[in-house]
T-cell receptor
Framework: KNQVEQSPQSLIILEGKNCTLQ??????????LRWYKQDTGRGPVSLTI?????NTKSNGRYTATLDADTKQSSLHITASQLSDSASYIC?????????????FGTGTRLKVLA | ETGVTQTPRHLVMGMTNKKSLKCEQH?????MYWYKQSAKKPLELMFV???????ENNSVPSRFSPECPNSSHLFLHLHTLQPEDSALYLC?????????????FGSGTRLTVV
């Protein structure tokens, strides 16, 4: 069964600290993996997309990693800011016969405190 | 503003009411989607429209009725809803119905059924 599991469910850190969010998946055949940021009361916004051959991709203070062998991804946030408070959603796509199917995780809710 | 606009932002309705959610995209995309986001659950795909034709309906109850009059507008007509239908309803668009490039989400309509 195609599944995406994220951990932790929620996280509280102090401003300026680093943190790492995890995403484990059992999606096959794997096509790509995206991390989205969803601010409270807003829709998700894409942060990064990673394909099978990519191990690391950065977007400012956000760095995503992908290990396609262990089917794990992480999102590392460096020097956190108050504006990083949001839910972070991992989405994995499978491609079968030219059709994409998107499997969403439940998200990690991050709170950054001053 | 992401280019996908949803109205209203908040809606409270009784179980016997009829209401409609509206989505408009200004991105020239050909595919539009309705997603349901409930607390602590992954996003659930409800409907997919490509070039104004419904291409996917994920076993959604008939009390939800989508309408796509053109490629820029998408509606979700609601009638005789249940309290468990309370959720954030997100509209999204993409260049085509196989969005390797990902979705652009609206800010959602927070629906409460009383």
């Amino acid at each position: 069964k195609n599944q995406v599991e994220q951990s932790p469910q929620s996280l509280i850190i102090l401003e300026g600290k680093n943190c790492t969010l995890q995403c484990n998946y059992t999606v096959s055949p794997f096509s790509n993996l995206r991390w989205y940021k969803q601010d409270t009361g807003r829709g998700p916004v894409s942060l990064t997309i990673m394909t099978f051959s990519e191990n690391t991709k950065s977007n400012g203070r956000y760095t995503a990693t992908l290990d396609a062998d262990t089917k794990q991804s992480s999102l590392h946030i460096t020097a956190s800011q108050l504006s990083d408070s949001a839910s972070y959603i991992c989405v994995v796509s499978a491609r079968t016969s030219g059709t994409y199917k998107y499997i969403f995780g439940t998200g990690t809710r991050l709170k950054v405190l001053a | 503003e992401t280019g996908v606009t949803q109205t209203p932002r908040h809606l409270v309705m009784g179980m016997t009411n009829k209401k409609s959610l509206k989505c408009e995209q200004h991105l020239g995309h050909n595919a539009m989607y309705w997603y349901k986001q409930s607390a602590k659950k992954p996003l659930e795909l409800m409907f997919v429209y490509s070039l104004e034709e419904r291409v996917e309906n994920n076993s959604v109850p008939s009390r939800f009725s989508p309408e796509c009059p053109n490629s820029s507008h998408l509606f979700l007509h609601l009638h005789t809803l249940q309290p468990e239908d309370s959720a954030l309803y997100l509209c999204a668009s993409s260049q085509d119905a196989q969005p390797m490039g990902g979705y652009t989400f609206g800010s959602g309509t927070r629906l409460t059924v009383v």
